[in-house]
């Protein structure tokens, strides 16, 4: 069995180790820019140029190193007529509901103000806020989205969640589809983005969508920037309906210098590692999905290319 890697963004010769320890039968070969790629029986890549996608048309199955696939899906008809299988969690779930309940309590326990006030020296205890009522929303209940549900219910915050299909998760108000989607936002104080990029979620958090939700309330996107209307994000903020945003992902990254953001205090940035992929657990996962594909099974995390997810 052979099986291609390429990363468009970085470094591939541990990946290539660890694929080697995983898959001891396999050749493992590295794809470089240029080059005729040799016939392969799976394609292990991330952020690939057109030149490698016109090469795997006959791969029995292309994997992905991370779990959104939105980059990927943007090739449309240039993409090869094979499975394509992301990764589903692989340890990116715990990092994201740490990522998450950190911003949540911050915003809650009011961190920032005290931050802001201890550069000022000012020693002022502000009110507590009352956590009953602090309804923390999230959109998106997937293979990431749902962990952060747990979590947040953990931490005894009130919880309702967005997904396309019905939901019945423990303790979690679930509202489904568009129909649902203002209800869901109207009772939401903390809205925490965990959709995937697709063509009905694009510019889905606009100034409408964004004004439904209570006065005061609080943003955080850790999913794809292009989900939410930047422009209208901001003039929210600024006008005081939005009190601020926790922002893990931009339409355009790295976000450039010039952006707004930058110089907007109620705005948190982090530069797109809310979760990582961790490359041994990618691996391990990737390869047992190889061995169950080799036998005929299926696998779990095949992309719908309908859905876009
Ligand atoms: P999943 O595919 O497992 O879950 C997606 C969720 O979104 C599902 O609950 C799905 O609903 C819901 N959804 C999709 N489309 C719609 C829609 N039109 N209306 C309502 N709900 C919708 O994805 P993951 O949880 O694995 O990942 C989510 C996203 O996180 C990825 O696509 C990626 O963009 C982002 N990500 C960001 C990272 C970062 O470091 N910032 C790292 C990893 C991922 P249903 O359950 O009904 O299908
Ligand atoms: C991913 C990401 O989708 O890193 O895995 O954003």
């Known amino acids: 069995m052979r099986i291609l890697l390429y990363r468009g963004d970085g470094v591939i010769e541990a990946w290539a180790r660890d694929f080697a320890a995983e898959l001891p039968h396999a050749e493992t070969v590295v794809w470089q820019e240029g080059e005729r790629a040799a016939p392969c029986d799976y394609a292990v890549l991330w952020a690939p140029t057109p030149a490698l996608l016109d090469q795997l048309?006959?791969?029995?199955?292309?994997?992905?190193m991370g779990a959104g696939?939105?980059?990927?899906?943007?090739?449309?008809?240039?993409?090869?007529?094979?499975?394509?299988v992301r990764l589903g969690d692989a340890g990116m779930a715990?990092?994201?509901?740490?990522?998450?309940?950190?911003?949540?309590?911050?915003?809650?326990?009011?961190?920032?103000?005290?931050?802001?006030?201890?550069?000022?020296?000012?020693?002022?205890?502000?009110?507590?806020?009352d956590k009953k009522t602090f309804t923390v929303g999230v959109l998106g209940l997937g293979k990431l989205g749902a962990p952060v549900v747990r979590t947040l219910?953990?931490?005894?915050?009130?919880?309702?969640?967005?997904?396309?299909?019905?939901?019945?998760?423990?303790?979690?108000?679930?509202?489904?589809?568009?129909?649902?989607?203002?209800?869901?936002?109207?009772?939401?104080?903390?809205?925490?983005?965990?959709?995937?990029?697709?063509?009905?979620?694009?510019?889905l958090l606009d100034r409408a969508r964004l004004s439904r939700l209570p006065e005061g309330a609080y943003l955080i996107n850790v999913a794809r920037g292009a989900l939410v209307a930047e422009p209208d994000l901001l003039a929210l903020i600024r006008a005081g309906h939005i009190a601020g945003a926790t922002l893990d992902v931009f339409r355009n990254e790295p976000l450039p210098a010039p952006h707004p953001f930058w110089g907007e205090p109620r705005i948190t940035i982090t530069p797109h590692i809310s979760a990582l992929t961790l490359r041994e657990e990618a691996v391990r996962q990737i390869a047992a999905k190889i061995k169950l594909l080799d036998q005929g099974e299926t696998v779990a995390d095949v992309v719908d290319l309908q859905r876009g997810y």
């Open 57 to 64: 048309w006959n791969v029995k199955a292309i994997f992905l």
């Open 69 to 84: 696939v939105d980059a990927l899906l943007k090739f449309g008809d240039a993409l090869p007529p094979v499975p394509i």
């Open 94 to 129: 715990e990092q994201m509901a740490d990522y998450v309940a950190h911003a949540v309590l911050r915003y809650f326990r009011r961190f920032d103000d005290y931050e802001r006030q201890a550069r000022e020296g000012l020693w002022r205890p502000l009110a507590l806020q």
């Open 153 to 203: 219910r953990q931490l005894g915050f009130p919880v309702r969640g967005w997904s396309r299909t019905p939901k019945d998760l423990p303790g979690v108000a679930c509202y489904a589809g568009m129909d649902q989607l203002d209800d869901f936002l109207a009772g939401t104080r903390v809205l925490v983005c965990m959709l995937p990029l697709t063509p009905e979620t694009g510019n």
